[in-house]
């Protein structure tokens, strides 16, 4: 264990005056979890250890704590850490080397076995240094895949990962777990590359977690089972189904897809008007992230303790997001103690949720659910008007997230205003090249692809940086309106993010979590942590682009 040597001062002691002031209450609402806690949250997501370590900076990234093996049960490191009284930051220390292992320590590196060194889709890249590139990106694989060590299974409760059963990749250094919405463009990369098992075992993965669970937490520590993230399992399933044609695959996922569909269908469905609907992130929590306990508690200083804890549930919402954080989610759009994640019904969450409505209607109708399918197809034709009476702004020709207690639309200029797009959840009427040129006049799209927002507000969702999702996402949008304005938008992007991205990895040799839209081949910045590489989701979408687009130019 290497600590970051910054001394105990008196921030920390605020921050530990502040959480005993700040008691937790339990909450009575219908919609809260009922997830009872696994024996090692006692360490990891909550108690006097997870504050005491939080609280006094040993370790810069507030994850590597949580992410820390115990060397013996549960109880015996608790028992351990209550012999000391008031403990210094040298004892603190001396009790991290005795009763905990490094980060990361309890997985192995994985070789995914269906791994080629040239995968078909090379062939078709005319440019021979894009080639080059997606050669050099599709070897990253061979970095990315993990597996738990076999005491994970056998002790589980020494650890606070989730031990899921099948080998996994993951996005990259600190994010050295499943992570669930990032396994989509994981997947769409896998399956460019041809590794349609790896891609299988991910969505296994996720799978056995709904079996546990009844949902898809954030990633595979205990700490994340009281969120999601946006719910991208039925895609996963669509798009290996594209590349597989295997309708027994979809008749054995297809039960848990219908779970999982019921899980946001009941703790964050908001019922509208004339039988409408729509849905929110509603998380209920009353206590910190453990990952991020440092962060949250510097959110609520000098607030009371009510007022606390509904920053606390806000914030736990907007991880679920995806988005942790953007001025979307702020009230005044300045800061996190601001924030109203739970208010507002998303265009993105909305979008993707219609996608899966009309999706599972067309898993059932293949398999011979003709009740089943007809059900989903109802919700969608539902959801599909909400958004429009709700989200949709014909004023801007875009759409703006809802909020339910001011019964007004938020009107900012944020990439997901474009999402409808991607998953066709727009209204038959839509002048497709108002969109366009709504978008373009936006001032999203910068010379390193499109921005997630207009605002530099230094939290990592906003401006100037650029995310690999987001631009898939509006890719796939573009081209849906199919005229010729769009297509060649989404082409421009599309070439805009692959060149980005190519300049980055010759200058720097790595990939990055997000890069810089103003700024072609360089990193972005902010949030609550360094700069990321690997990276899963970044290397999915430019190998999808280049396999869909296989023409670009990199000069």
């Known amino acids: 264990i290497k600590p970051s040597g910054r001394k105990s001062s008196t921030k920390t002691l605020v921050l530990l005056l502040q959480f005993f002031i700040i008691t937790a209450i339990t909450t009575s609402d219908p919609t809260m979890l009922n997830l009872q806690d696994p024996v090692q949250c006692s360490v990891y997501c909550h108690g ?123 996005p990259g250094e600190r994010f050295r777990e499943f992570y669930y919405w990032d396994s989509f463009w994981i997947i769409q990369g896998l399956l460019t590359s041809g590794m349609t098992e790896t891609a299988a075992n991910i969505i296994e993965n996720a799978i056995d977690l709904i079996q546990r669970y009844g949902f898809v937490p954030n990633g595979s520590r205990v700490y994340y089972i009281n969120r999601s993230q946006p719910p991208m399992l039925t895609a996963m399933v669509e798009e290996y189904f594209k590349h597989t044609r295997n309708v027994s695959f979809i008749t054995k996922t297809l039960p848990y897809l219908d779970r999982e569909y019921m899980y ?142 001011t019964q007004t639309q938020r009107v900012g200029v944020y990439a997901s205003n474009y999402f409808p797009l991607t998953s066709f959840a727009f209204h038959d009427q839509l002048i497709h090249d108002q969109v366009v040129l709504s978008f373009q006049n936006s001032g999203l799209f910068q010379a390193g692809g499109v921005s997630t927002s207009i605002y530099n507000s230094g939290e990592q969702w906003d401006d100037p940086n650029a995310w690999a999702p987001l631009q898939q996402f509006l890719v796939e949008g573009f081209m849906n309106l199919q005229t010729k304005d769009s297509v060649a938008l989404a082409l421009e992007i599309a070439q805009r993010w692959v060149h980005s991205n190519y300049l980055g990895f010759k200058k720097h040799g790595v990939m990055f979590e997000k890069y810089d839209a103003a700024n072609p081949g360089e990193h972005g910045g902010g949030g609550e942590y360094k700069i990321q590489t690997g990276f899963g989701w970044t290397n999915g979408v430019v190998l999808y682009f280049l396999n869909q687009f296989p023409e670009l130019n990199s000069q």
Not at 145 to 157: D, I, S, T
Not at 301 to 316: P, T, Y
Request: glycine residues 2%.
């Open 264 to 405: 946001w269908k009941q703790h964050t469905r908001v019922e509208l008007d004339d039988d409408l609907f729509l849905n929110r992130y509603f998380i209920h929590v009353d206590y910190p992230r453990p990952e991020s306990w440092r962060e949250d508690m510097e959110s609520v200083e000098g607030l009371s303790k009510q007022q606390a804890i509904n920053i606390w549930s806000n914030l736990a919402s907007g991880a679920e997001t995806g988005w942790d954080y953007s001025t979307r989610w702020f009230a005044n759009g300045s800061s996190r103690s601001d924030i109203i994640t739970n208010s507002l019904l998303p265009v993105d969450l909305n979008s993707i949720l219609y996608h899966v409505e009309a999706t599972l209607s067309y898993f059932h109708y293949i398999v011979g659910n003709t009740h089943q399918a007809e059900m989903y197809h109802a919700n969608s034709v539902k959801r599909k008007a909400a958004i429009y009476r709700y989200l949709w702004n014909q004023e801007h020709y875009q759409w703006f997230d809802y909020n339910i207690d």
């Open 48 to 170: 006097d250890i997870l504050q005491a370590i939080q609280s006094s900076l040993i370790f810069e990234d507030s994850k590597t704590f949580v992410d820390m093996p115990m060397k013996y049960n549960p109880q015996q490191v608790i028992n351990t850490f209550q012999t000391m009284h008031n403990p210094t930051h040298q004892q603190l220390e001396s009790f991290l080397n005795e009763c905990f292992d490094e980060a990361g320590s309890e997985m192995h590196t994985w070789r995914p076995t269906d791994w080629v060194p040239h995968p078909k889709f090379l062939e078709n890249i005319t440019d021979e240094n894009y080639r080059e590139f997606a050669s050099e990106v599709h070897a990253i694989w061979l970095t990315l895949g993990r597996e738990w060590k076999q005491e994970v299974y056998q002790n589980p409760n020494r650890y606070s990962s989730i031990p899921i059963p099948k080998p996994f990749i993951v």
